[in-house]
C-alpha cells in the first residue's frame, strides 16, 4: 500500500490480479474436460512414483541409516523427473483423447477407455511393488538386469511365480488399482463424452507437444550423477526411465561421454599394466599389436584335465573364512577343499551379472559401457581361454544348467572356442527343476558323466560349467542340507550350491582322470550390491580357488585381483608357453601388495590399485574413492588420484576401441615375425 492505494497490480484488496488469472485458467479447464482429466491422470503418475520413491528411502534408512540433508534434494530433482516421464508417457493418451473422440463416444469406445485407463492404473500400482523388490535385490532402480529380464519371459515369469505367491501380491494390486480409479471414472466419462470446441484439438495437442519437447533437457539432466552417494542418484531418478535408458543404450558408446586421451598415449599405458617377468609383446610395436604378447611358461608344462565351475552370485560374503557375518556356516566344504588348494581371497567380478563373469572369467576382456560383450554384435572370434587351450591340443566344451539361449550365452560359447555347448535339455537326469534350470547336483551328476566319455579319448579336456541353484527363488531338493528348503532362503540356496560342489569334488575322486585335473572354483558375481559409491567395489568380492592335491600345494593369497586374471593365471599354473591379448594377469606373478580390479556399474567404469578407486561416469567426470582390503565400503576420496584415474581412462578407453576394430579377436603378425599360437 502506498498513501493508502493498492500498488499496481493488486486488486483493492491487497490481492495478487493474479487470482483472476487463476479463476480463468479454472474455468479454461472446466471447459476442457479431456485436457482437465488428462492433467488429472499427470498428478495421479506424479504421486504414485512420489510413494515409490518413499517407500524406496524408507528402506534404505532401515538398512543404512543417514542419507541426511540431500535426501530433501533426491525428493525435490525426483518430482521433475516424474512429471516429466508422466508427460513423455501420457502424450498419447492425451493425442487418442483429442484425435479420435467420435470414436470414444460410442459405447464400445467408451467401454475400452475405461478398461485401458484400469489396466494403466494397475500397472502403475504393480510397478511400485516390482521397483521395490527389485531394490531390495540389486540396490538399484531399474536396469540393464531389468531389461534382459523381460527379453527372456520364460525364465523370469518362472522365476516370479517360483519367488513370490501371486496370489496374495494380485489382490492388493488390483484394489489399489480400483481405489485410484473409482473417484476418476466419471471424470473420464465426461472426458470422453465432451464435444471439441473450437480450435481446442490444435491448442492441445500443440501443448501437448511443447510438454513433451521440455522433458528432454529434463530426462537427460536425470541421466547424469548428482550425488556422491550411488543410492541417492538411484532414489532421485525415475524407475521407468532407467529401464527405458538401459534398453536404448545396451551398446553404450565411450567417445565424447567418458574422459579420454590420445590413443597413442593409452597403449603404452595398458601395455605396462598387463607387463609380467615372463611376457615380451610380439612385434610390431605398433597399434596394430595391440595387446599381444608371448608368455613364457616354467619349462615344465601340465597337461593337465581343467574343469572350471562358474558359480551362480556365490560372492565372498558366502565364504564362511572370508567375509561371512551372519552367524552361520554356509560354506563348510568349500573352505574345507581350500585348505587344500590354492585360493585367492582378494578377487572381484567385473559386474553384477553372469554375462560379465562370462566375459571376464573365459576371454580376459574387461567392461566396457553398457552390456557385456556376450550379449554385443562382434564377440565372434574373441580370443579366450577355450581358444588358447584348443591351441595346446585340448578339447572344449561347456555345460549349462539352464537354457542356453538365455542371454546370448549359448551362442558367445559355441562362437570363442568351445567344441561343444551342452544345455539343460541335454542333461540325462534332471530330478529337480526351478525357472532357471537343473538342480546342481544334476548339472555335476551330467559333469561326470560326460567327462568319463571324454577322457578316454587321449587328449586333455576343458569343461566349463555354469550353475543355476544359488539364485532367486532359491529352491533346491530337500534333504541335502541340514537347512529347510521350504524357507527359500538365500543362505539356504548358498550353503546348497557348497554342498553340491563338494559333492561333485568327493564323487570325481573315484574317476581315473581326477588326479590330473585342476578344478577352478569362483563366483561369476556377488549375490548383490551395496554401498554408497558408483561403483561398490566390496561387493563384487568373489572366492578364486584352483584344486588339484596331486600337483597344486594349499596356499591363501592375498593379492588384489580380478575375474579377468583367471585364464593368465590357470595358464600360468599349467607351465605353458602361450600368446595373448589378454587384459588379466598371472596372480602367481603379482608381488605382495599389488594386484588392481576393473569393473562396471549402471554405465560407470571403476579401476582400483593400492587403495585408491578412480570411477568414470558418463558426462567426462570421475570420481575418487579409497579402498580397503575385504569388505569394507569405500570411503569418498577428497580428490581423484591422478595416477589411477590414467590407468582408468587408459584401460576402458583401449578396451572400447580394441573390441569395435577387432584387435582383439585377430593380429596381423609381420612376415618375420612370431605368429599368435606358434
Known amino acids: 500500500m502506498v498513501g493508502g492505494r493498492p500498488l499496481p497490480g493488486l486488486g483493492s484488496e491487497g490481492r495478487p490480479a493474479a487470482r483472476g488469472l487463476n479463476r480463468s485458467m479454472i474455468a479454461y479447464l472446466r471447459a476442457r474436460p479431456r485436457l482437465r482429466f488428462w492433467l488429472l491422470c499427470l498428478a495421479t503418475f506424479v504421486a504414485v512414483q512420489s ?46 483423447m483429442y484425435l479420435v473422440p467420435g470414436l470414444l463416444r460410442r459405447p464400445v469406445g467408451k467401454a475400452a477407455g475405461h478398461l485401458v485407463f484400469f489396466a494403466l492404473l494397475a500397472l502403475l500400482v504393480f510397478n511400485l511393488v516390482a521397483e521395490t523388490i527389485f531394490w531390495n535385490e540389486f540396490d538399484s532402480r531399474y536396469n540393464s538386469i531389468a531389461v534382459n529380464y523381460l ?85 532421485a531418478a525415475n524407475g ?45 610395436a605398433g597399434p596394430e599389436a595391440g595387446l599381444w604378447r608371448r608368455v613364457s611358461g616354467s619349462g615344465s608344462p601340465k597337461r593337465l584335465n581343467v574343469v572350471l565351475v562358474i558359480e551362480e552370485s556365490f560372492g565372498s560374503t558366502y565364504v564362511d573364512s572370508l567375509d561371512n557375518t551372519r552367524g552361520e556356516a554356509i560354506s563348510p566344504r568349500l573352505d574345507r577343499l581350500a585348505r587344500e588348494g590354492l585360493l585367492f581371497t582378494n578377487v572381484h567380478a567385473t559386474g553384477n551379472r553372469t554375462v560379465r563373469g562370462l566375459e571376464a572369467i573365459l576371454t580376459s576382456f574387461p567392461p566396457i559401457p553398457g552390456v557385456a560383450t556376450v550379449r554385443r554384435a562382434g564377440a565372434d572370434g574373441m580370443n579366450s581361454l577355450p581358444t588358447a587351450l584348443k591351441r595346446l591340443g585340448y578339447e572344449t566344451a561347456f555345460l549349462y544348467g539352464g537354457r542356453a539361449v ?82 527359500r532362503r538365500k543362505e539356504n540356496a548358498a550353503t546348497y550350491a557348497d554342498w553340491a560342489f563338494g559333492d561333485f569334488i568327493e564323487r570325481a575322486r573315484g574317476h581315473a582322470w581326477f588326479k590330473d585335473t585342476v578344478f577352478v572354483f569362483i563366483g561369476d558375481h556377488g549375490p548383490r550390491v551395496y554401498g554408497a559409491a558408483i561403483v561398490p567395489v566390496p561387493s563384487y568380492r568373489v572366492p578364486l580357488l584352483f584344486y588339484s592335491p596331486a600337483h597344486l600345494p594349499a596356499r591363501r593369497i592375498g593379492v588384489l585381483g580380478s575375474s579377468l586374471d583367471v585364464a593368465p593365471t590357470l595358464l600360468g599354473l599349467l607351465g605353458v608357453d602361450y600368446d595373448s591379448p589378454f587384459f588379466g594377469v598371472d596372480l602367481m606373478r603379482v608381488p605382495e601388495g599389488g594386484g588392481r580390479v576393473v569393473m562396471e556399474h549402471n554405465y560407470a567404469i571403476a579401476y582400483a590399485e593400492g587403495g585408491k578407486v578412480a570411477a568414470l561416469v558418463p558426462g567426462l567426470e570421475a570420481r575418487g574413492y579409497l579402498m580397503e582390503p575385504g569388505p569394507r565400503e569405500l570411503r569418498p576420496a577428497p580428490g581423484v588420484d591422478r595416477e589411477t584415474l590414467t590407468k582408468a581412462i587408459a584401460l576402458a578407453q583401449t578396451a572400447h576401441h580394441m573390441f569395435y576394430a577387432g584387435a582383439y579377436h585377430r593380429w596381423a603378425a609381420p612376415a618375420a615375425g612370431p605368429t599368435p599360437g606358434s
Open 51 to 96: 510413494l515409490t520413491r518413499l517407500t524406496l528411502i524408507a528402506w534404505g534408512l532401515s538398512s543404512a541409516p543417514g542419507f541426511g540433508a540431500e535426501t530433501l534434494r533426491a525428493l525435490a530433482l525426483g518430482l521433475v523427473n516424474d512429471a516429466a516421464m508422466g508427460v513423455l508417457l501420457g502424450a498419447p493418451f492425451l493425442a487418442g
Open 151 to 235: 527379453i527372456f519371459p520364460r525364465e523370469v515369469v518362472g522365476n516370479i511365480r517360483q519367488s513370490f505367491d501371486l496370489g496374495l501380491l494380485l489382490p492388493p494390486i488390483l484394489a489399489a488399482a480400483a481405489a485410484l480409479y473409482w473417484p476418476l471414472r466419471r471424470r473420464l466419462s465426461a472426458a470422453l463424452a465432451a464435444p471439441l470446441a473450437g480450435g481446442e484439438r490444435l491448442r492441445a495437442l500443440g501443448a501437448g507437444l511443447a510438454a513433451v519437447a521440455l522433458t528432454v533437457p529434463a530426462l537427460a539432466i536425470e541421466s547424469s550423477q548428482h550425488f556422491a552417494n550411488r543410492e541417492l542418484d538411484e532414489i
Open 240 to 284: 521407468l526411465h532407467s529401464l527405458f535408458r538401459a534398453a536404448l543404450t545396451n551398446d553404450q558408446r565411450y567417445d565424447g561421454l567418458y574422459l579420454a586421451m590420445p590413443e597413442g598415449e593409452a597403449l603404452p599405458i595398458v601395455r605396462a599394466l598387463v607387463a609380467q617377468d615372463n611376457t615380451r609383446p610380439l612385434a610390431p
Open 406 to 487: 538365455f542371454d546370448n550365452m549359448g551362442w558367445f560359447w559355441s562362437h570363442i572356442g568351445f567344441d561343444h555347448v551342452w544345455d539343460q535339455g541335454d542333461i540325462a537326469e534332471d530330478g529337480f527343476t526351478t525357472a532357471w534350470g537343473v538342480a546342481d547336483e544334476y548339472l555335476f551328476g551330467e559333469a561326470l558323466r560326460r567327462l568319463d566319455q571324454h577322457a578316454g579319448a587321449g587328449r586333455p579336456f576343458f569343461l566349463g560349467l555354469l550353475t543355476v541353484s544359488n539364485h532367486r527363488p532359491y529352491l533346491y531338493p530337500d534333504g541335502r542340507i541340514d537347512k529347510p528348503a521350504a524357507r
